[in-house]
């Protein structure tokens, strides 16, 4: 993940070269949000999601701005591998807090989420 946004500048995030597609920097925002659900679900709790916060609006491009969104997405990166590290793989095939998907699921849902959104973010930067 770090490797194809070590590169990306606050223009390059917030610049639209495909008009009806994310930007990169409402991917990153997007992903941060479903890091932070799945950290929920796999502690056992309801995530109760806000729509708002799953694509939110791209704030000023500046150095801090971006700075601030990729340092949300450390954070929430950090936290999921250490809900990792504390599920308990007896746990696995169990139904997670909303009630519709396992453990195991949600885990490895997000990971196919992220790699969704790097294959897209890796084909704007090259879009650009």
């Given at each position: 993940m770090w490797s194809?946004?070590?590169?990306?500048?606050?223009?390059?995030?917030?610049?639209?070269p495909l008009p009806e597609a994310h930007n990169i920097w409402?991917?990153?925002?997007?992903?941060?949000?479903w890091?932070?659900?799945a950290i929920k679900r796999l502690a056992g709790e309801r995530a109760g999601l806000i729509e708002e916060r799953n694509f939110p609006p791209t704030p000023a491009p500046t150095n801090e701005?971006?700075?601030q969104t990729l340092d949300k997405l450390r954070s929430s990166n950090r936290r999921f591998r250490e809900a990792l590290a504390?599920?308990?793989?007896?746990?696995?095939d169990e139904l997670s807090a909303a009630g519709k998907r396992t453990y195991y699921d949600e885990a490895h849902g997000l990971i196919e989420h992220h790699v969704y959104h790097?294959?897209?973010?890796?084909?704007?930067?090259k879009a650009r």
């Open positions: 194809i946004l070590a590169d990306v500048s606050p223009e390059l995030a917030a610049a639209r409402e991917l990153v925002m997007h992903m941060t949000f890091e932070e659900v701005n971006w700075r504390k599920l308990d793989s007896a746990k696995l790097l294959g897209q973010i890796a084909m704007l930067k």
